[in-house]
């Protein structure tokens, strides 16, 4: 299972409300489609480093593999256009990434807790998997894709142990 995270900004011209509604008009829209291997989608307001500050939205498509990614733009170049054509001229800016789920099982939770993390040089991945007490699930960025850090740990519960970041989710 794969993951397509896409982090955009509110244009500070547009209203927030306006902005939440027509990104929960796209999402909604985006299950009325039959995509095969296409297994849902989040959209969260958060707070990360690697976007200037204002409204930051985090959105996750949640796909069986990076194949999906194709008939996902076939829909929102077809049948999905317009909303997501308004979404996007409200948004100042986006950044994306794909992920794989290495552990844990998926869910879509209205609020987690979120940690990334990266693994630290010389580190073998097998002995990094190891180190980690993960409750929830572990995303890994694949092809060195994306602003963020190689992993992230999605939880219901901080991870102090561990001593990192946590941005917590907030459901649009």
């Given at each position: 299972?794969?993951?397509?995270?896409?982090?955009?900004?509110?244009?500070?011209?547009?209203?927030?409300?306006?902005?939440?509604?027509?990104?929960?008009?796209?999402?909604?829209g985006l299950r009325q489609f039959d995509i095969r291997g296409f297994l849902g989608s989040a959209?969260?307001?958060?707070?990360?480093?690697?976007?200037?500050?204002?409204?930051?939205?985090?959105?996750?498509?949640?796909?069986?593999?990076?194949?999906?990614?194709?008939?996902?733009?076939?829909?929102?170049?077809?049948?999905?256009?317009?909303?997501?054509?308004?979404?996007?001229?409200?948004?100042a800016e986006g950044k994306g990434a794909l992920f794989?789920?290495?552990?844990?099982?998926?869910?879509?939770?209205?609020?987690?807790?979120?940690?990334?993390?990266?693994?630290?040089?010389?580190?073998?991945?097998?002995?990094?998997?190891?180190?980690?007490?993960?409750?929830?699930?572990?995303?890994?960025?694949?092809?060195?894709?994306?602003?963020?850090?190689?992993?992230?740990?999605?939880?219901?519960?901080?991870?102090?142990?561990?001593?990192?970041?946590?941005?917590?989710?907030?459901?649009?």
């Open positions: 299972m794969e993951a397509y995270v896409f982090w955009h900004r509110r244009d500070p011209n547009v209203p927030k409300e306006r902005y939440e509604e027509y990104l929960k008009k796209f999402h909604e959209s969260y307001r958060v707070d990360v480093p690697w976007m200037p500050k204002g409204d930051i939205y985090e959105d996750w498509y949640f796909i069986l593999d990076s194949g999906v990614l194709d008939r996902l733009i076939e829909v929102v170049e077809g049948g999905a256009r317009t909303i997501h054509d308004e979404v996007a001229s409200f948004s794989a789920l290495k552990s844990g099982k998926h869910e879509i939770l209205s609020r987690d807790i979120v940690t990334w993390i990266s693994k630290p040089r010389g580190v073998s991945y097998e002995k990094f998997y190891s180190s980690l007490e993960i409750r929830g699930t572990l995303w890994r960025r694949l092809l060195a894709m994306g602003p963020t850090p190689e992993f992230c740990i999605i939880d219901r519960e901080p991870l102090s142990h561990l001593g990192l970041n946590r941005f917590k989710l907030i459901e649009v």
